[in-house]
């Protein structure tokens, strides 16, 4: 598994100031210096057979949803795994699954869904699509953790149109306990777009002999646009942040512009949310604005009103600052709270945290 000991996952930004990041490590097998090819990666992947392979997917389609496609079906320690996804007209999702390895007993061990933070819109009727689906020891710990990457497309905008929205999960085999769940980038298809690309490499960055993931990312907004229209004469200039994120597992610790901030994860009855704004802290003037949100929400009375790491959601993608007005013990119970906040002018959506 990823960590030894019930320890949480930290994500480090190397753009700012020195950091481990910069020692020099010899390279080793267990130090590859590797930048990850998901194509050649799901090229290696152990198939299961094809009776196993037609097992599952029946199971899936009686389990979990009439309307799921698997994505792949892995064998791992005489046990299978697979991913799916699904949509139809109210939604879509995906997820994962540990069975076992008998197509003729075939039965569900662990399951978890796919996480994302953003609205699905389903225009193409594929709006949530799993890209690769990869078991790997990825920290030469020697033990063995489930890798997917997929997308999600968001519902069609005005000024932006449709955006797509790619993430990474690493989960811990067997217990599909959740260990990365990061959004890797983002593209549209119109003009005017907001866009992510990036690399994903694996080193032993610090030095203790296990290997790391370096998240390196560029992002920016297209600026071609006069108004709401596109510029005829545009050249697609982007205006471009560029930031490099260190995952580094025995320490929770996220650098940022006013230093280290420590996280401590939530975890108590109250897993609902009510969020009333998310503010990427690579974004500018993140926090003033989640400061600017919450002073309203406390002058209009809603004095329990704080602004959180994202980090310290379980659920939610790291590297946000979320304004959170309340939290509750079921989605039912945040109906007549968000009713009394948009009587007062607050647009507000419910997540659940954990």
């Known amino acids: 598994m990823f960590l030894r000991v019930f320890t949480p996952l930290v994500i480090v930004s190397l753009c700012l100031f020195s950091t481990p990041v910069d020692a020099k490590c010899p390279l080793s097998e267990s130090n590859p210096n590797q930048e990850l090819n998901f194509d050649k990666w799901q090229a290696l992947m152990p198939s299961v057979d094809t009776a196993l392979e037609g097992a599952i997917g029946r199971l899936v389609k009686e389990k979990v949803s009439s309307s799921a496609t698997v994505h792949r079906a892995l064998s791992v320690n005489n046990r299978s795994v697979a991913s799916w996804f699904s949509c139809d007209k109210k939604n879509c999702r995906g997820g994962v699954l540990y069975m ?69 999960a690493i989960y811990n085999l067997p217990d599909l ?32 002999r296990r290997t790391d993931l370096l998240i390196k990312q560029e992002c920016g907004m297209n600026i071609c646009f006069e108004e709401d229209a596109p510029q005829p004469d545009c050249k697609g200039q982007p205006k471009e942040k560029k930031w490099h994120l260190y995952w580094q597992k025995e320490k929770d610790i996220y650098a940022g512009k006013r230093g280290y901030a420590q996280v401590t994860s ?58 959170v007005v309340d939290r509750f013990k079921t989605k039912e119970a945040t109906e007549g709270f ?16 954990f």
């Open 266 to 323: 939530v975890t108590d009855d109250r897993p609902f949310l009510v969020v009333a704004g998310q503010f990427a802290v690579a974004s500018d003037a993140y926090l003033d604005r989640a400061k600017a949100i919450k002073k309203k929400l406390v002058k209009a009375g809603y004095v329990d009103t704080m602004i959180h790491n994202s980090r310290e959601f379980a659920n939610l993608a790291c590297c946000y600052r979320t304004v």
């Open 100 to 168: 076992n390895s008998n197509p003729d007993r075939l039965r569900i061990i662990r399951r978890a869904l796919l996480p994302h933070n953003e609205k699905v819109g389903n225009q193409s009727g594929k709006a949530f699509r799993v890209l690769h689906t990869l078991i790997e020891d990825v920290d030469n710990d020697g033990d063995t953790e489930l890798v997917v990457r997929y997308e999600v497309d968001g519902p069609r905008r005005p000024t932006t149109g449709i955006q797509t929205y790619e993430y990474m």
């Open 338 to 353: 968000r009713k009394g906040l948009k009587k007062k002018g607050f647009k507000t959506y419910v997540r659940k945290g």
């Open 177 to 208: 306990k959740m260990q990365l769940f990061f959004r890797l980038g983002q593209h549209g298809g119109e003009d005017f777009q907001e866009f992510c690309s990036y690399a994903v490499v694996r080193k032993d960055f610090n030095c203790d």
